[in-house]
T-cell receptor, first 112, second 116 residues
Framework: AQKITQTQPGMFVQEKEAVTLDCTYD???????LFWYKQPSSGEMIFLIY??????QNATEGRYSLNFQKARKSANLVISASQLGDSAMYFC?????????FGQGTRLTINP | SAVISQKPSRDICQRGTSLTIQCQVD?????MFWYRQQPGQSLTLIAT?????????ESGFVIDKFPISRPNLTFSTLTVSNMSPEDSSIYLC?????????????FGPGTRLTVT
């Protein structure tokens, strides 16, 4: 079985600061993928970044990077230089051989 | 990236009726996924739909309640049958796109369903 834990239900950050959103996971699969999504108030799900379990380097996509620590089973999302438009729900997701599971999400609020 | 559209975008339905949600992709994809997001909750996978085979349902979801069709590589439908107020949710389809060793999953805009 797979499980995703996001321990931060809500976070408040000042604009232009960096922010780290926590995600830990549990899986018995040897090969799996970890995804992060952003869901603004409009409800759409926006793909941000992907990390494969066999990737040795941390994934990066513009201002987003994924701090992947396989031994600790964590896949934290780092947003550099936060912007007001980053305010949204953020979901971590794991996809294994048989199952695909989302975390409960973190609501990020960027303050001006 | 794949562009996905869903119809309808929202609907208000009477209990006991059924609604069919359509998901259209602008490119051929092997795997399509259907999710439910209940109010204030995270996403829950309903089923995986591969073209040419029966959909694979997750625990707690059954074909009689959520029949799925996948007639070709760009289209799928999800029907919510015999609806009750507990079915009020956002229903989303997604597709998986592999780029080398990397994967991306893209979502449609969702169908907001209210059952009265």
């Amino acid at each position: 079985a797979q499980k995703i834990t996001q321990t931060q239900p809500g976070m408040f950050v000042q604009e232009k600061e960096a922010v780290t959103l926590d995600c830990t996971y549990d899986t018995s699969d040897q090969s799996y993928g970890l995804f992060w999504y952003k869901q603004p108030s409009s409800g759409e799900m926006i793909f941000l970044i992907y990390q494969g379990s066999y990737d040795e380097q941390n994934a990066t996509e513009g201002r987003y990077s994924l701090n992947f620590q396989k031994a600790r089973k964590s896949a934290n999302l780092v947003i550099s230089a936060s912007q007001l438009g980053d305010s949204a729900m953020y979901f971590c997701m794991i996809q294994g051989a048989q199952k695909l599971v989302f975390g409960q999400g973190t609501r990020l609020t960027i303050n001006p | 990236s794949a562009v996905i559209s869903q119809k309808p975008s929202r609907d208000i339905c009477q209990r006991g009726t059924s609604l069919t949600i359509q998901c259209q992709v602008d490119s051929q994809v092997t795997m399509m996924f259907w999710y439910r997001q209940q109010p204030g909750q995270s996403l829950t996978l309903i089923a995986t739909a591969n073209q040419g085979s029966e959909a694979t349902y997750e625990s707690g979801f059954v074909i009689d309640k959520f029949p799925i069709s996948r007639p070709n590589l760009t289209f799928s439908t999800l029907t919510v049958s015999n609806m009750s107020p507990e079915d009020s949710s956002i229903y989303l389809c997604s597709v998986e796109d592999q780029r080398g060793r990397s994967y991306e999953q893209y979502f449609g805009p969702g169908t907001r369903l209210t059952v009265t």
